[in-house]
């Protein structure tokens, strides 16, 4: 399987290592032209590529790891996804200015990926990572493996991403659909930056 990933930053280049680690491919895009990722595609190493976001937007499973303000222009110029996997590992955080961090974008209601969904045409969004700190995003922890919650309307999409999720190292746990389960894993949401682990010995129970 070669996944594609938009944004080539923390989220996308630990979740590129982790899917290589699984045994399959990555491409990947920033804003600018492929050739200004050849370092990182060489740190990658095998299997890893760099292409425009045409490119990389065609692959069946697709992560969106780019800021919150970007995602309209990307999805402007995506266009139809033609029902390809969506992977949302987007917060809905915005700089304003004069402020050092970020703040939460309000969305009359809408959970974060339910917007990146309307946006999204055609695509079948699951929402996951985005709850993670980049830091956390490490599949395979000692001792066990990393909670990974997700949360998606399509459950053909998520029976297809739980197999993948798990080969990253992660524990899977789906959360419904993008209106409940990604209410709780948004900014602000009770389980967003939340670092579970599943020890190994409660598996073998
Ligand atoms: N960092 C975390 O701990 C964390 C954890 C969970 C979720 N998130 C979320 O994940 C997203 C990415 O965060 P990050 O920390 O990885 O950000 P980051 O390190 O700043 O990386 C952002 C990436 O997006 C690329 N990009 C910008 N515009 C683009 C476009 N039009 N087309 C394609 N790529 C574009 C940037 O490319 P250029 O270099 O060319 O600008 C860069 O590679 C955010 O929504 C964030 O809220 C972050």
């Given at each position: 399987m070669k996944a594609g990933?938009?944004?080539?930053?923390?989220?996308?280049?630990?979740?590129?290592?982790l899917i290589l680690a699984a045994g399959n491919e990555v491409v990947m895009c920033?804003?600018?032209?492929?050739e200004t990722l050849s370092s990182a595609i060489e740190t990658l190493g095998k299997g890893a590529s760099a292409a425009t976001l045409a490119e990389v937007s065609e692959q069946d499973i697709v992560i969106l790891a780019?800021?919150?303000?970007t995602v309209p222009k990307v999805m402007e110029q995506v266009g139809d996804w033609s029902s390809r996997i969506l992977i949302d590992a987007t917060n809905q955080l915005t700089f304003t200015s004069g402020s050092t961090r970020p703040i939460p974008v309000k969305l009359d209601g809408m959970t974060g990926s339910e917007y990146v969904s309307s946006?999204?045409?055609?695509?079948?969004?699951?929402?996951?990572?985005?709850?993670?700190?980049?830091?956390?995003?490490?599949?395979?922890?000692?001792?066990g493996n990393r909670v990974l919650f997700y949360a998606g309307d399509d459950n053909n999409a998520k029976k297809t991403l739980h197999p993948l999720f798990t080969a990253m190292g992660?524990?899977?746990?789906?959360?419904?659909?993008?209106?409940e389960?990604?209410?709780?894993?948004?900014?602000?949401?009770?389980l967003n930056?939340?670092?579970?682990?599943?020890?190994?010995?409660?598996m073998c129970l």
């Open positions: 990933i938009i944004g080539a930053g923390n989220v996308g280049q630990t979740l590129a290592r920033n804003s600018r032209e492929p780019v800021w919150w303000d946006l999204a045409k055609n695509a079948r969004v699951v929402k996951a990572f985005n709850s993670l700190f980049g830091q956390f995003m490490d599949g395979e922890v000692n001792g992660f524990y899977p746990v789906d959360l419904g659909g993008l209106k389960g990604g209410k709780l894993m948004q900014v602000g949401g009770a930056g939340k670092h579970f682990i599943k020890r190994t010995e409660d």
